[in-house]
């Protein structure tokens, strides 16, 4: 299995917005519930959102009514788009398919300045 590959992180200052990209491989993609994960430096590893095949979505309360979880099935892409951006979303995110056996991508740093 293909790692996936995710885009989009940066530098933003605080209230702005980003949006990342995960591209996925394997034809698969479509029925795997996916999800995008966040580590901070010190901390553990965290889920942030997560999309059902079926395109239902879940948040963690800290990221609730600010960041949007999508997918595109033809594109096998999974996308976060984020804004309000915090100080505390500063982290290291990543896309995974848990269940599925396919190893952890690079992730894309996202930062955010005050």
């Known amino acids: 299995q293909v790692q996936p590959v995710e885009s989009g992180g940066g530098l933003v200052q605080a209230g702005g917005s980003l949006r990342l990209s995960c591209a996925a491989s394997g034809s698969s993609f479509k029925i795997r519930g996916m999800g995008w994960y966040r580590q901070a430096p010190g901390k553990q590893r965290e889920l942030v959102a997560a999309i059902t095949s079926g395109g239902d979505t879940n948040y963690v309360d800290a990221v609730k009514g600010r960041f949007t979880i999508s997918r595109d099935n033809a594109k096998n892409t999974v996308y976060l788009q984020m804004n309000s951006l915090r100080l505390e979303d500063t982290a290291v995110y990543y896309c995974?398919?848990?269940?599925?056996?396919?190893?952890w991508g690079q992730g894309t740093q996202v930062t955010v300045s005050s």
């Open positions: 995974y398919a848990p269940g599925w056996g396919i190893p």
